[in-house]
């Protein structure tokens, strides 16, 4: 990792995994519909290893297609809170430098807490770079399953222009 002028941390590249895009004549439709396809499959089979409140709390799930690597990352709201759970610096900061994510929240939920963060986050510690990846972000609720579900203003302040794209669009209102 290396810091750029802006106080900011920028990431690092991976290694090469999966070849599902890997041709050129990949679109970025082709990347939006598989990207959906995964995270809707992902977050059907996350919500039946909950119980409870677990359960209920879970109301947002994320994918992250990096172009570079071919990988893909999943994330859910309240992902932070797990055990051995590791702060990308690139995304909190540490105690030299600030991160992307703003330093108090924009929103009602404390800063961390999305499914993008936590999505982005695993694909930062793996190394990817943020430019390469696609984020992809849907309603886990049952009445909004696998729907699209817009970035918050946390999200939008730490992704926005410096994402290749955010298929799930950003906050309401934009």
Sequence with gaps: MSKGNSGLFHGTNGSCMDKQFSNKNSTYSQIKA?????????????????????????????VVYDEFTKKYYYGRNGGYHEDGYV???????????????????????????????????????????????HLTTIHTTKSQFGLYKKSCENCKYAFLDRVRNNYSGWKEGD
Excluded: M
């Design 34 to 62: 598989f990207s959906l396809e995964r995270v809707r499959s992902w977050a059907e089979k996350k919500r039946l290893e909950f119980t409870g409140k677990e359960r209920k709390n879970f109301n947002t799930a994320c």
């Design 87 to 133: 702060r990308n610096p690139i995304l909190f900061g540490d105690s030299t430098h600030q991160g992307l994510l703003p330093k108090t929240s924009l929103n009602k939920y404390p800063v961390g807490n999305c499914a993008e963060v936590d999505a982005v986050n695993r694909a930062l510690n793996d190394g990817a770079d943020i430019k390469n990846l």
